[in-house]
């Protein structure tokens, strides 16, 4: 059977039920971007908490998290259909996400680490109840390679919104003291709560969620053998987590080096801002991109580009300015791709499933993709701000040049090791543009023999 691009035509989304699937992505990125960014330097600049044990509470909360992935993908794939099962999840986090995102940006003036570790465990729970269903929902709303890439960048584009928009509290603010980020925080909550009841309503009037999955009957043992034998899902998983370590963290250690290292914490906010509008400029250039040359090629060129840069972090001081914000342009921009075209490599990866398996899964696919995301943090966090601590880095007191410089160097080289080595690990990824249309094509050669058979069998 040949591939027929008309018939894609037909079962494509319109644009408004796209722009109503991505607005779910504003909200989420603007809570998670202060989570990632200012929460850990304002609980460690004024709560009195230190570095290692924010450090391991951010850790281990991120750990906790990590189980609640595959539960919910079980969950959104085995929901009924009638019910609007990815729909169903979304709308029932709003609320918990809304409550946490309030609790953990705003705390009372004794807080413990009981309470850091209490509040981050909730708002990644009810992350997940809704990033989780959401990646399944946009890979089910097209079957096409190259719209999906589409998909998948309306949905960065809002998300890199959200980002923007929760950042530009701190520019206008243009500070990176604890009484600021505090500031920055409550304003990033109202923002959150606002927009999360905008989007969530628009979602679950506007989207379709009526796509069937095939499940195996021990999903858990089905789940394992995804990652346990050597498949083009555990070669795109891997060098996603590697990646992801390499991008969480200099981004956990953003203000810390802006601050101490290149001695301009007022240029905090703008850079941060400067960063992610790089970013989202950047998203229809690797789609376009992505188009010509495939999906995982551009995604190769994207971390070298960022490599390449990411090398000086380590030889800079405080006359360095102007040379760190052409690194945060050229970076931002790579990690366009990186916000983009893995999403979208991982969602074909459910019709490669479906033809090898005879299982649809993507809750399954888009459940483990957050695990690596939630842990490529975890260890981002856990890995930083302890070895801050054995360095004898201080947020809040002075530091010697020794310090100052073990700063500078956890920051660049950590970030370059894990990309080249995620670089090496998706060599030789299989699954292109051609062979993904194969792979429809005989599924589709499949589903129609399979109804002639079942119409034969009845009128018999």
Known sequence: MQHSPSSDKARSPSRTIVAAYGSLAFPLA????????????????????????????????RLCDTITDPIVGYLSDRTPTAWRRRKLFVVLAAPLIAVSTYFLFNPPEQVTTT????????????????????????????????????????????????????????????????????????????????????????????????KDTELPGNTVRAAWQVVSKPTPFR?????????????????????????????AADAVGRMLFLYFVCSAISVPFWVALSKRIGKHQTWT?????AAAFFIWTPFLNENSLTIFYLIVIVTGFATGADLVLPAAINADLIEWDAL????????????????????SFALAIGIAFPLLDVIGFSATGANDGNAIQGLAVLYGLPCIAFKLTALFMMRGY?????????????????????????????KG
């Not at 795109?236 to 990646?243: A, K």
């Not at 398996?357 to 695990?371: C, D, E, I, S």
């Open 235 to 263: 070669q795109l998983l891997g060098s996603f987590f590697l990646n992801a370590v390499g991008n969480a963290i200099p981004a956990s250690l953003f203000i810390l080096f802006v601050t101490h290292v290149i001695g």
């Open 430 to 458: 299989p699954i292109t543009e051609t062979k993904h249309k194969a792979i429809r094509a005989e599924l589709e050669a499949r589903e129609r023999e399979a109804n002639e058979a079942q119409t034969s069998s009845s």
């Open 115 to 210: 309470y850091l570790l209490l509040w981050t465990i909730a708002i990644y729970i009810a992350g997940t109840l809704s990033i989780v269903p959401m990646g399944a929902w946009g890979a089910e709303l097209s079957s096409d390679y190259n719209e999906r890439s589409s998909i998948a960048g309306i949905r960065v584009a809002f998300g890199l919104t959200g980002s923007l928009a929760a950042l530009l509290f701190a520019v206008v603010l243009s500070g990176s003291d604890s009484a600021e980020l505090g500031r920055t925080l409550a304003g990033v909550t109202w923002l959150v709560i606002a927009t999360l009841l905008v989007a969530t309503a628009l979602a679950a009037m506007l989207v379709p969620d009526n």
């Open 301 to 305: 060129v994207a971390i070298l580009l």
């Open 356 to 375: 090898q398996t005879g299982y649809r899964r993507p809750g399954l696919f888009f459940a483990l993709w957050g695990t690596a995301t939630k842990l």
């Open 30 to 61: 603007a809570a998670f971007i202060a989570l990632q960014v200012f929460v850990p330097t304002f609980y460690a600049e004024s709560t009195g908490l230190s570095l290692t044990s924010i450090g391991v509470v951010l850790l281990i909360a």
